[in-house]
């Protein structure tokens, strides 16, 4: 076992520059560390999100990834995106003293004013039972600077929007605070038992929205997350149809 005590049954290990913070969880991972480990660093070199993305990494930012070892079933693993970027939510919130509101974007991302502040990349391993030998949560947040016009998409920074003295080492315990406290929700009794805090905070219901998966956009408009983390999207016709993976564009 490795790491100083984070508090919450969590350990922390702090590093320089890496490739990538998940790339150190999953050597970690394999090599047997424990459950409950954050690993992070100041810089990444070849850090990345989700489909395959990169995701850059200017210093200031928090570059971190948990190595969990989670007791229920492989097949509800994807939920603890959504449980992560709920805690992370509620610690920015508790920050900002309430003067930032983040909004949830379905299935990984953190929005603030409309704009990407935050991202979660899962990666997991089955351990052939139907359960899961490791998982690593990578969470990248924008604390002192976005990428801007390097993404197709609007983005922006904590300092920015009301938070100019954060950093990495205050916002990481605020999170592991959070994080406890859902995780020992989901372990309990699944996503189900946060999906209510989830919807309070998500992005775009009831609002127009599409979704690609592959070569595959589907239109309609948002109307649920179920129980499952799955997204339901009703179509023109006035039928619903489930997601359980893709990519969602808003309005």
């Avoid at 928090?62 to 989670?70: A, K, M, Q, V």
């Avoid at 939920?79 to 930032?100: I, K, N």
């Avoid at 935050?118 to 351990?127: P, Q, S, V």
């Avoid at 599409?210 to 070569?215: A, F, I, N, R, T």
Wanted: neutral net charge.
């Amino acid at each position: 076992m490795i790491g100083a005590e984070l508090g919450h049954g969590f350990r922390l290990l702090e590093l320089g520059a890496v490739t990538s913070t998940n790339d150190v969880a999953r050597e970690l991972a394999d090599a047997g560390e424990p459950s409950g480990l954050f690993v992070r660093a100041e810089r990444q070199t070849r850090g990345r999100g989700r489909l395959g993305r990169s995701w850059q990494s200017p210093a200031g930012n928090l570059y971190t990834t948990l190595l969990l070892r989670p007791r229920r079933p492989l097949a509800e693993i994807a939920t603890l995106s959504l449980v992560t970027a709920l805690a992370l939510a509620e610690a920015v919130g508790t920050l900002s003293d309430g003067r930032a509101r983040p909004r949830l974007k379905w299935p990984n991302d953190l929005l603030l004013d409309g704009a990407k502040v935050a991202g979660i990349l899962l990666e997991a391993t089955a351990d052939g039972r139907g359960g899961c030998l490791w998982l690593l949560i990578g969470i990248g947040v924008n604390i002192a600077a976005s990428p801007g016009a390097a993404v197709p998409y609007p983005t922006t920074h904590l300092q920015r929007a009301g938070l100019p003295e954060l950093t990495p080492r205050q916002l990481l315990p605020a999170l592991a605070a959070q994080l406890g406290q859902r995780l020992d929700d989901w372990e309990r009794a699944g996503f189900a038992a946060l999906r209510q805090g989830w919807l309070d905070r998500a992005a775009g219901l009831g609002s127009a929205a599409e979704v690609k998966l592959g070569d595959r956009v589907v239109r309609g408009r948002l109307r649920d997350v179920d129980a499952g983390g799955a997204l339901h999207l009703e179509l023109p016709d006035g039928s619903v149809e489930r997601f359980a993976a893709g990519e969602i564009v808003l309005g």
